[in-house]
Nanobody, 125 residues
Framework: QVQLVESGGGLVQAGGSLRLSCAAS????????MGWFRQAPGKERELVAA????????YYPDSSKGRFTISRDNTKNTVYLQMNSLKPEDTAVYYC??????????????????WGQGTQVTVSS
């Protein structure tokens, strides 16, 4: 059973930066497509970044493109999300997720098999 544990959330002012980490255990991490999702109160869970198992391919929707960067270190079984130029509308619980196949462009959360517990990111104006 794959376990994912996020860290790095917190409170930051608008325009600031945060780096989230997600440590994986219990599975073959370098076989998984990894994604970062977020969910704000009253809203659906949305994909903000995804990365292929090699790390060579990455996907960002318009909401995060140019501000967020996803990366992974398969030697450490860890995926990261660097978030810059944060805005109040980025406030949400951020979740790390993994799936054993499929496209990095598929943004449906139901396609992901494994989930972390989430970490809160709050951006003040």
């Amino acid at each position: 059973q794959v376990q994912l544990v996020e860290s790095g959330g917190g409170l930051v002012q608008a325009g600031g930066s945060l780096r989230l980490s997600c440590a994986a255990s219990g599975g073959t991490f370098n076989n998984y497509v990894m994604g970062w999702f977020r969910q704000a109160p009253g809203k659906e869970r949305e994909l903000v970044a995804a990365i292929s198992w090699t790390g060579y391919s990455r996907y960002y929707p318009d909401s995060s493109k140019g501000r967020f960067t996803i990366s992974r270190d398969n030697t450490k079984n860890t995926v990261y999300l660097q978030m810059n130029s944060l805005k109040p509308e980025d406030t949400a619980v951020y979740y790390c997720a993994g799936k054993s196949g499929g496209s990095i462009y598929a943004n449906n959360a139901r396609l992901y098999d494994y989930w972390g517990q989430g970490t809160q990111v709050t951006v003040s104006s």
